[in-house]
């Protein structure tokens, strides 16, 4: 099906991996500092110095006398093996940038960009039909991806309840080709290019109880909507030799899904929080846009529910502990696996799954205790029969910035 015989990508994709060809690109992780060392967990995550764009239903805990700033640059190195053949690939990008502070009495805001998918890859394949015929080479390519810029705002309703919405501006190019070539005939290039300029909703809601004194249970809900993404979809099939283009455009024919997630959290006296999340994107009910070489249309029949599940912990030794540094560390692990929303000439696609380990490193000086450098490490094998095994190694480095904004100062 693929081969990694050639394996680039563009210095703008965070990803060089070919399965970036099928859907909207690889998904993205859209989790921050807190969450990306717990593997990406964060429905039920609420804390008053944390940003948790999972649920917008958290800004409604955010602390009322600061502002909270929240980006992160991102590394990885991928190990492609088909059959006896392995490649490495390395990419490093921004990841993401987002700041949340409390608009008024239990009420928080949060602004931001977030990615949302990335395409990027290059490799060809080769095979002899026939003595007349001789080599057929097919080199495939892409970049590109989607991106989300948001605005939430989250409410603490009741003691126990809180509830929120994001609403973001979706925007991004997905560019694909496939160049067919055979010294006996002319070569043919399939480019399929597609602009996406839409929106995103998604709606949110905690609940969080208290048990005794020293514990608290929360359970948390998300919704995002499903819809067509307004955009058109196009093919240009263009044979060099006879500079002859047979152009396609399909109308309003790319769309996102209905996703519906839960989570439930435990915390225990702002030591230990362990929590697990449940996520169901229902592409299976979206249609993709496909070439069956006759017509350029969309089917139902590419795209399959993606179910994922996570698993994260935090342990903090003493975080008021003034005399020893290491007991203020957050030390963090996950683990997660998830199937794929796609497949692949009529087979599942990749599976993954992931660990992760994290540290929280406080940042302590004259003017700021609150801050906090997140550095995480996530290993993902992605592998489905007869196709490419990936293991992909990830390094997120960000920094939550907290300032003490909007406190009243005191004369004497």
């Known amino acids: ?43 039920a995550l609420q ?29 990885q190195m991928t190990n492609f093996k088909e059959g006896g053949t392995r490649q490495n690939a390395k990419t490093a990008n921004f990841d993401y940038i987002v700041a949340s502070f409390r608009a008024w009495r239990n009420v928080g805001v949060a602004v931001g960009v977030l990615p949302l ?27 590109g991806g989607l991106h989300e810029a948001f605005f939430g705002v989250g409410w603490h309703v009741l003691k126990p309840l809180s509830i929120g919405v994001n609403a973001g501006y979706v925007w991004g190019d997905l560019n694909r080709s496939v160049l067919t070539s055979n010294s006996n005939f002319s070569s043919l290039t399939k480019s399929y290019t597609t602009t996406v300029k839409s929106y995103r909703l998604e709606a949110g809601m905690q609940w969080r109880q208290p048990i005794g004194k020293k514990d608290a249970v929360t359970l948390g809900a998300t919704m995002s909507v499903g819809h067509k993404l307004n955009a058109d979809p196009k093919l240009e099939i263009i044979n060099v030799s006879k500079s002859d283009t047979t152009s396609y455009q399909i109308s309003n024919g790319l769309e996102l899904p209905w996703t519906i997630a839960a ?3 435990w915390q225990h006296r702002n030591k230990l929080t362990i929590a697990a999340d449940a996520e169901l ?11 069956d070489n006759k017509a350029y249309v969309t089917s139902k029949d590419i795209m399959k529910d993606r179910l994922t599940l996570k698993l994260g912990a935090e342990w ?3 975080a008021v502990d003034t005399r020893h540094y290491l007991n203020r560390i957050h030390y963090r692990f996950g683990a997660g696996i998830a199937t794929p929303y796609y497949k692949i000439n009529g087979q599942d696609g990749p599976k993954d799954l992931s660990v992760s380990v994290g540290l929280g490193l406080p940042i302590q000086n004259g003017y700021n205790s609150r801050s906090i450098v997140n550095i995480s490490g996530q290993w993902v094998h992605s592998s489905a029969k007869d196709f490419i095994t990936e293991n992909m190694f990830r390094i997120n480095i960000g920094i939550t910035f907290n300032e003490r904004w909007f406190a009243k100062w005191k004369v004497e």
């Not at 800004?59 to 909270?68: N, P, Q």
């Not at 998918?117 to 892409?142: F, P, R, V």
């Not at 994107?281 to 070439?291: D, S």
């Open 263 to 265: 989570g439930l959290a």
């Open 281 to 291: 994107q229902q592409w299976g009910k979206t249609a993709y846009p496909v070439f």
């Open 316 to 318: 903090v030794p003493n």
């Open 47 to 75: 804390q008053g110095d944390i940003i948790n764009t999972l649920n917008p239903a958290s800004y409604g805990g955010v602390d009322s006398l600061t502002m909270i700033f929240d980006a992160s640059v991102t590394g």
């Open 117 to 143: 998918s990335n395409i990027g890859y290059s490799y060809s394949t080769s095979s002899t039909i026939n003595q007349e015929y001789g080599k057929l080479t097919e080199a495939y390519s892409g970049e």
């Open 1 to 43: 099906m693929m081969a990694t015989a050639v394996m680039t990508a563009s210095a703008q994709s965070t990803t060089k991996s070919p399965y970036s060809q099928f859907g909207i690109g690889i998904l993205s992780d859209r989790s921050q500092g807190m969450s990306r060392g717990m593997n990406g967990v964060g429905i």
